[in-house]
């Protein structure tokens, strides 16, 4: 009987040694971007914890393998500072990469307090990038326009409000337009 059990034991030893050696089957890995409609997004940079980003999209992707998130078409997106927004920001597309930094070909942004609008685009293969760890944009062209007064500027790198600005570098551009209304007609 003994000699049965050992005999009966090799055997399973050999079966599940056979089937270890057998090719595994894959298991059907779904598509590994999340994709959300009509979603609303907070974002708390860590870099920036006094910060709080609000984004409503009607079409949100998340790859879990870059850890970036898309917006697209961005209805209503703001940063605000101790529950006040000091501006808000319109694109096409952002992507928020895994460092809570914001980038696209296009942004427009609206600081509140002085009413300037930040026409923010992308240039010669850079793109438009909100940089949380310093708190600035970082802008390879910009149209920036306040009441009357239309500026353009390239390569500007400058804090989110404005006060740390600068511009420029070899082979680039600044220019101002004035508009004078017509005072005739008073």
Not at 127 to 147: C, D, S, W, Y
């Amino acid at each position: 009987m003994l000699r049965f059990s050992l005999i009966a034991l090799v055997g399973i030893i050999g079966l599940l040694f056979g089937l270890s050696l057998l090719p595994k089957q894959g298991r059907a890995i779904p598509d590994a971007t999340i994709e959300l409609a009509q979603a609303e997004v907070f974002l708390y940079p860590q870099e920036d914890p006094e910060a709080v980003w609000h984004f409503s999209s009607p079409e949100v992707q998340y790859d879990p393998d870059l850890r970036e998130t898309t917006l697209n078409n961005i209805e209503d997106g703001k940063r605000m500072v101790a529950e006040k927004t000091d501006f808000t920001l319109e694109a096409e597309q952002v992507v928020i990469s895994s460092d809570d930094n914001l980038r696209g070909d296009h942004l427009l942004a609206h600081i509140l307090e002085d009413d300037i609008y930040l026409d923010m685009t992308a240039k010669e293969g850079l793109q438009v990038l909100i940089n949380q760890r310093e708190g600035k944009f970082e802008i390879p062209h910009l149209e920036m326009t306040q009441a009357n007064d239309a500026t353009t500027y390239e390569k500007v790198r400058t804090a989110f409000d404005l006060e740390d600005f600068s511009a420029g570098g070899e082979g680039t551009i600044g220019y101002n337009k004035f508009e004078i209304e017509d005072r005739s007609k008073n």
